[in-house]
């Protein structure tokens, strides 16, 4: 019962074929519905359907609830405080929630694992039961494929179908000097960094490379706690609307998110600021 989204962009599957994949019976994905860890989307024959986005939140809820043995109101609160963690450093949004595993995605493990064994396309077709042509659109993206084929290629590669909606993900401890994953600003003249590469993180560590001028001088506030410290350069923050820190090379500061903060670059040189924001405020 695989479905298409009507943008044609998006995978929708049954209450059956996620429980299939997520190893459990539909009661038990009905049950987290029931205790209002989850709502499902409907289709317009008013069936439950999910997206591949809907699987990532249901693995984490198998997670809590049955491998960590978790309670009700603690699953409730930890699924809470990750879907509503403030996604601003600075007042720029970048806080990238896990991006579900997109069609194209989910095509090129295909190719990959069909490449690591040498195998063609007309091979693989015929030992799964489909044509060339179309095994040719799923390792592409350009196929709605059904959750039959799903089963049938996943087992041909030996693996289980959950498997192939999984990015391989780099997850270092280390990232070294120029190897942070560029972030978009969205501000003119900013430039921003990701110091850190874990997949679950508390901590926001980012490198910003402000031009002469630029900054966020609209002040904001959210949840959470904030560090600064100034590599090189100058840096101006405000707090309050009132309270002005003229920061240099080797200065720091602390403030909670909720404070109204504003900042810019006040001096005649690119600073470059070390920021660290975390959602979770003491």
């Known amino acids: 019962m695989t479905n298409k989204s009507e943008n044609n962009a998006e995978l929708f599957f049954s209450i059956n074929e996620v429980a299939k994949l997520l190893g459990v019976v539909p009661a038990t994905v009905r049950n987290w519905e029931k205790q209002g860890f989850f709502i499902a989307k409907r289709s317009s024959n008013t069936y439950r359907i999910y997206s591949l986005e809907d699987i990532e939140t249901l693995k984490k809820i198998k997670q809590y609830s049955i491998d960590d043995k978790m309670g009700s109101k603690a699953i409730k609160s930890l699924l809470m405080t990750q879907s509503t963690l403030p996604p601003l450093i600075g007042g720029i949004d970048i806080y990238d929630a896990a991006t579900p595993p997109s069609r194209k995605l989910i095509g ?4 990959l694992y069909r490449d690591k064994l040498a195998l063609t396309l007309e091979e693989v077709a015929k030992q799964v039961g489909i044509s060339t042509s179309y095994l040719s659109k799923i390792e592409n993206g350009q196929a709605n494929i059904s959750y ?3 089963e049938r290629l996943a087992a041909f590669y030996g693996e289980s179908v959950l498997h192939f909606f999984e990015p391989e993900e780099e997850n270092r401890n280390l990232v070294e000097k120029g190897t ?11 430039t921003l960094e990701s110091l850190i590469s874990q997949k679950e993180y508390v901590l926001f560590p980012m490198m910003f490379y402000v031009e002469p001028g630029a900054g966020a001088p609209e002040t904001h506030q959210h949840h959470g706690e904030e560090f600064i410290y100034v590599v090189c350069g100058n840096f101006r923050v ?7 820190y003229e920061m240099y090379t080797g200065d720091s ?3 909670k998110s909720t404070e109204f903060h504003s900042w810019m670059n006040p001096g005649k040189k690119t600073a470059q600021v070390l920021w660290v924001h975390s959602p979770v405020e003491r």
């Not at 090129?108 to 190719?111: A, D, E, P, Q, R």
């Not at 942070?180 to 900013?190: A, D, K, L, W």
């Not at 405000?238 to 002005?244: F, I, K, P, S, Y």
């Open 180 to 190: 942070g994953e560029p972030v978009q600003s969205g501000i003119p003249g900013v």
């Open 148 to 150: 039959e084929i799903l």
């Open 238 to 244: 405000t707090l309050n609307h009132t309270d002005v």
């Open 253 to 255: 500061m602390y403030f």
């Open 108 to 111: 090129s493990k295909w190719k």
